[in-house]
């Protein structure tokens, strides 16, 4: 099936899924290009700066890496989901250009994320993984090292748990996304990020959420108990 202008067959799977498209009325926020782009001298806050304070004072956190690696796990699922979700349901993916996609950093969970213009690409692993390792996840977890020092190993753990969480939802419906998502777990950047067994998921770092206050570890996270004896714990 060809991509449709509105991705409609996504709307079906719902939250980290859906993509909102040009078809949709709505007044689009920056592109994820200007938000990785953004220089020192800039004045004020940008898309990153401005989201990683809002999962801050939401998770009541006062951590900017702890707040940064949540926030920066919700994107790498909202791209994940969107990627794989077409794949399975299109046979195609979307252009997922930074260009073309605005990101609304004020919004609630999921991420809200705009498409400027629908334009088909191959699903094989190797253009999924550079529409969004290489476009998408490099420069945003580089530009979270920079400012916030959350470990490079951390932020790569993240994005292994968000493609396998991703694979774990699509895959009550279609063994598809389950081969595709260990095709992508051969790319370099993921490989080292844990182990990936049908849909299960180990990773080799943690995510930082149980210093979030009342949080605790994730399934599939290194730890199998809090690390409380080792507050400064980051496994990245």
């Known amino acids: 099936m ?23 009325s709505l007044d689009p926020a920056p592109t994820l290009a200007q938000a990785y782009a953004r220089r020192e001298e800039d004045v004020y806050p940008d898309s990153i700066t401005f989201r990683v304070r809002t999962v801050a004072d939401r998770l009541r956190t006062s951590e900017p890496r702890v707040s940064a690696s949540i926030a920066q796990q919700a994107l790498a699922a909202r791209l994940w989901s969107i990627a794989l979700g077409c794949a399975v349901l299109y046979d195609h993916v979307p252009d997922l250009d930074p260009r073309l996609l605005h990101w609304d950093a004020a919004s609630s969970a999921p991420d809200d994320l705009w498409l400027a213009d629908v334009r088909p690409r191959a699903a094989d692993a190797a253009t999924v993984a550079d529409l969004v390792v290489r476009r998408h996840l490099e420069p945003l977890n580089a530009a979270l090292y920079a400012r916030y020092g959350v470990a490079e190993g951390l932020l790569w753990g993240n994005a292994g748990s968000a493609l396998a969480g991703a694979a774990r939802e699509l895959g009550r419906r279609s063994h598809g996304a389950r081969a595709l998502a260990a095709e992508l777990f051969a790319h370099p950047r ?19 959420y149980y210093r979030v206050p009342g949080g605790g570890v994730c399934g599939d996270c290194c730890f199998t108990r809090t690390p409380w004896s080792s507050p400064d714990a980051t496994s990245g």
Request: hydrophobic letters at 35%; one cysteine or more; proline letters at 5%.
């Open 190 to 208: 993921l490989a080292p990020t844990g182990t990936f067994t049908g849909t299960s998921f180990r990773r080799r770092s943690c995510c930082l």
């Open 2 to 24: 060809d991509l449709d202008p509105h991705l409609t067959a996504l709307r079906e799977l719902g939250g980290f899924f859906v993509l909102r498209t040009a078809g949709d």
